[in-house]
């Protein structure tokens, strides 16, 4: 399975976690299912893309594109909240800091980190101020 997505209420937070050999479409597809998981959710929800377990990410400069469109109508679909992205692999995090700067500044955070840890503590903690982009 490329992805599996889980809720925590009482964090209001959504895990998405991604391994093994992933193509832009399974990336596009975790999106599709996170945002279609968070319909109707008003309040403030916190997503984190588990990338530890990611053996190879094969994207074109199209699919690319596309993972970039998904992922900034999810940004304002749920404008309030935070986003993290935890990636060990040198490449993945270099993915994963591109879809950050790229994202809309429209004042939801946005940060990649290298351990879960790391991600859900500025994920679920609003008086930890945001990482710079």
Same mark, same amino acid.
């Not at 094969?58 to 594109?65: G, M, N, Q």
């Given at each position: 399975?490329?992805?599996?997505? !889980?809720? @925590? *209420? ?21 999106? !599709? ?8 959710? !008003? ?12 053996? =190879?990410? =094969?994207? @074109? *400069? $199209?699919?690319? $594109? ?38 809309? $500044?429209?004042?939801?955070?946005? =940060? ?8 859900? $503590?500025?994920?679920?903690?609003? =008086?930890?101020? !945001?990482?710079?982009?």
């Amino acid at each position: 399975m490329p992805h599996a997505v !889980d809720w @925590s *209420p009482e964090h209001r937070l959504v895990t998405c976690r991604i391994g093994g050999h992933v193509s832009g479409d399974a990336v596009c597809a975790a999106i !599709d299912e996170v945002a279609t998981r968070l319909q109707g959710e !008003d309040d403030v929800v916190h997503v984190c893309w588990d990338a530890r377990g990611l053996e =190879s990410l =094969s994207v @074109s *400069p $199209a699919e690319l $594109a596309h993972i970039v469109q998904h992922m900034n109508r999810f940004t304002e679909q749920h404008p309030r909240g935070r986003t993290a992205i935890v990636a060990t692999r040198l490449v993945d995090q270099t993915l994963a800091q591109l879809l950050v700067l790229k994202g809309p $500044a429209n004042g939801r955070g946005r =940060s990649v980190f290298t351990t879960m840890d790391e991600a859900i $503590a500025w994920v679920v903690n609003p =008086s930890v101020p !945001d990482v710079p982009r």
